[in-house]
């Protein structure tokens, strides 16, 4: 996975309104060092696009009250689009890659294998040529890369309240909001390797560690809490693709009239395991050590 793309001035007691305008610059400039490779269809450059993408969405949502409210809205509207535009490419080479891993360790299920993967080729075309369309349009008007540069410079001259807060102030409340949606989750279900439960507090994991991100270079000690909530996001990632990997397979298996079973097996233990991990990941950040570094960093 490619670095974020930070701005190096960034300071605790800054305005965060100014703040939120060189990160909306900074990820701005690292979607667009991405688009090039990603629209020719390379492989690590539609993941690095994403990416950038995500790392983009999460921060206007992030520091969403300061913007200008119409604006802010329509431009997060068309960042999601590019996300799913770019989701709907990537998604099809992740599944690609873990049925690919798959061949050697379950020979009697080549045809099966074999035959999902060409219906996965053929869906990546047809979106790739959709992301390819979209990007054509955002870049002929301008929606996207010249009004995120617009969004910044009001972002960073405004004087509302908001956008005055220093930036470890604000960076203090949005961070513990997110934990608090964690735990939250936590709290009211049950088995957390439950599909949809998992699923969903993937989601929230991936906001808490994108929401600790753009404050990296301005409260350094943040670094050492962030590692595992990183460590966690990409654990339960896996475990996501497993369980559409899985669902894909019996589909496709009762589709065609073919037998799956061992396949089936392995991906469940590879599961089971990743899940494990995850389990113990999700430990450290609900010890009073790990909240004690995350406060502590904040402070």
Known sequence: MAKPILPSRLQADMPVGVAAGRLLDAKRAEVLKFVEPALTGDVDGIHDLRIAVKRLRETMRLFRPLFPRRRGRELLALVDQLNDGLGAVRDR?????????????????????????????????????????LWERLAKTERLGTRLGELARLTRRRQRPPNLTPLDRFAYAAVTLRL??????????????????????????????????????ALPA???????????????GLAHDLDILSASLQAHARQVGLKAPLVLDLIAVRRQATCETAMGQLGVLRSDAWRRSLLDALD
């Open 180 to 217: 608090e949606r964690v735990n939250l989750h936590l709290r009211e279900t049950g088995d957390q390797s439950e599909a949809s439960v998992l699923h969903r507090l993937r989601i929230l994991v991936k906001r808490l560690k994108y929401g600790m991100e753009p404050f990296l270079p």
């Open 93 to 133: 080479d992740v599944l690609g890659e873990h049925a690919e891993a798959l061949r050697t360790e379950a020979p009697e299920a080549e045809a099966l294998l074999t035959g999902l993967q060409g219906v996965w080729s053929g869906e990546r075309s047809a979106s790739l040529l959709d992301l390819q369309g």
């Open 222 to 236: 943040l670094e050492g809490p962030y590692t595992p909530v990183a460590d966690l996001q990409e654990s339960l």
